[in-house]
């Protein structure tokens, strides 16, 4: 069963038009991650939450926004797409252990802007 | 800050041989975890196997093995009896012990000949 469902699958929205991304977790997880990835790239991370916590990299354009209303969902807002946003988005949870645990990723959103 | 290092772009090996995969790493917080992922094409993120900053012993899993030496900030990935199916991306990542960030190095490409 999966563990971190990413909807949609694929989702193709045009340029300017604001496009929200979701991610649902079962396995109670403190910690969400969204990553950008592009293609033959490494996975760039966005943001991530500790529980409610919210911590921006520097260098995540403002144009993407978060929001983790409980536990189980977090959002992807992207306010106006433009075609450099074309990637897949990943998300991924981990508990709380500090360093030792892993990450578990869902299968992604593959972002087609036109 | 934390950083990760892959150098081999892309790998070739043989069908049924070993390959290792390299990556360096570079963070003064004396406490993290290292881990590595497979990416397919079909973009899903798998997680193989995780070493702890101070475990004492390198981690194993099945055909999995890391080759920690943490005074040189190495944890190379050794994938014993290479498969057909282990064709894919291969990151490593690295998480410390204060602070939730999971960071990805640039991956390597593994393509398996028969």
């Known amino acids: 069963d999966a563990m971190v469902i990413q909807n949609p699958r694929y989702q193709v929205t045009q340029f300017g038009k604001p496009v929200t991304l979701s991610c649902s977790q079962t396995?109670?997880?403190?910690?969400m991650y969204w990553y950008q990835q592009k293609s033959s790239q490494a996975p760039k991370l966005l943001f991530h939450?500790?529980?409610?916590?919210?911590?921006n990299e520097a260098d995540t354009p403002d144009n993407f926004q978060s929001r983790r209303p409980n536990t189980s969902f977090c959002f992807l807002d992207i306010r106006s797409p433009g075609l450099g946003d074309a990637a897949m988005y990943l998300c991924?949870?981990?508990?709380?252990?500090?360093?030792?645990?892993?990450?578990?990723f869902g299968q992604g959103t593959r972002l087609t802007v036109v | 800050a934390q950083k990760i290092t892959q150098t081999q772009p892309g790998m070739f090996v043989q069908e049924k041989e070993a390959v290792t995969l390299d990556c360096t790493y570079d963070?003064?917080?004396?406490?993290?975890?290292l881990f590595w992922y497979k990416q397919p094409s079909s973009g899903e993120m798998i997680f193989l196997i995780y070493?702890?900053?101070?475990?004492?012993q390198n981690a194993t899993e099945g055909r999995y093995s890391l080759n920690f030496q943490k005074a040189r900030k190495s944890a190379n990935l050794v994938i014993s009896a290479s498969q057909l199916g282990d064709s894919a991306m291969y990151f490593c990542?690295?998480?410390?012990?204060?602070?939730?960030?999971?960071?990805f190095g640039a991956g390597t490409i593994l393509r398996v000949k028969s």
């Open positions: 991924a949870t981990s508990g709380d252990r500090g360093r030792t645990t892993e990450a578990f």
């Open positions: 939450y500790y529980d409610k916590d919210f911590n």
């Open positions: 963070t003064s917080d004396p406490s993290y975890g």
């Open positions: 396995l109670n997880h403190n910690v």
């Open positions: 990542a690295m998480r410390v012990e204060y602070g939730n960030k999971l960071v």
């Open positions: 070493q702890g900053s101070y475990d004492q």
